[in-house]
């Protein structure tokens, strides 16, 4: 079980580029989500997706779009890329229990730079 | 408007005595509780979590507590130990994928 993995690792972009971060995960997870990491602001919801073919914004959702075509792949595409979107990104995966709760498990992060 | 708070950035301790990380909420609809730990260039993992209908969860040296009247939660480390040293984020949870994190405490455990 490689868990919940994400591709690159660190990527720079200039302004106005475009770029997909690759997320997978292999638990056959329901849930998926996409989180930026900012100093000083903890982790923001940007998308999230509760099966293939269902998304959703989250607290941050401007810049950024997202499909799920699949259980196992959430991709999140910037459209144009600006300077407020260098951040951590992090991608997670969860599945609801019978008691309700939801444990979120988090791949290790795309540490992104736009200039 | 920042739904889960952590006011300290910061908190040092001694090994072995006791950490106490806090968190307030403004949300009376969020269902679950958790707290991530974070090492530097690592994905946040999961420590502990409480259900809104419960008041404590142990598990270990890791204690949660929640106070739905003050909106108020915290995690009790103890003993403390120096691997302990990490960020610390609490999430609430609104179901289905959506957590609301707090801005994360940055605990150091001095031996």
């Known amino acids: 079980n490689a868990g919940v993995t994400q591709t690159p690792k660190f990527q720079v972009l200039k302004t106005g580029q475009s770029m997909t971060l690759q997320c997978a995960q292999d638990m056959n997870h329901e849930y998926m989500s996409w989180y930026r990491q900012d100093p000083g602001m903890g982790l923001r919801l940007i998308h999230y997706?509760?099966?293939?073919?269902?998304?959703d914004q989250g607290e941050v959702p401007n810049g950024y779009n997202v499909s799920r075509s699949t259980t196992e792949d959430f991709p999140l595409r910037l459209l144009s890329a600006a300077p407020s979107q260098t951040s951590v990104y992090f991608c997670?995966?969860?599945?609801?229990?019978?008691?309700?709760?939801?444990?979120?498990?988090f791949g290790p992060g795309t540490r992104l730079l736009v200039l | 408007d920042q739904q889960v708070k952590q006011n300290s950035p910061s908190l040092s301790v001694q090994e072995g005595r006791i950490s106490i990380l806090n968190c307030d909420y403004t949300n009376s609809m969020f269902d679950y509780f958790l707290w991530y730990k974070k090492y530097p260039a690592e994905g946040p993992t999961f420590l502990i979590s409480i259900s809104s209908i419960k008041d404590k969860n142990e598990d270990g040296r890791f204690t949660v507590f929640l106070n739905k009247s003050a909106k108020h939660l915290s995690l009790h480390i103890v003993p403390s130990q120096p691997g302990d040293s990490a960020v610390y984020f609490c999430a609430a949870s609104l179901g289905t994928g959506k957590l609301i994190f707090g801005q994360g405490t940055t605990l150091q455990v001095k031996p």
């Open positions: 997706s509760v099966g293939a073919g269902i998304t």
């Open positions: 997670a995966s969860s599945y609801s229990s019978s008691g309700g709760q939801e444990t979120q498990y």
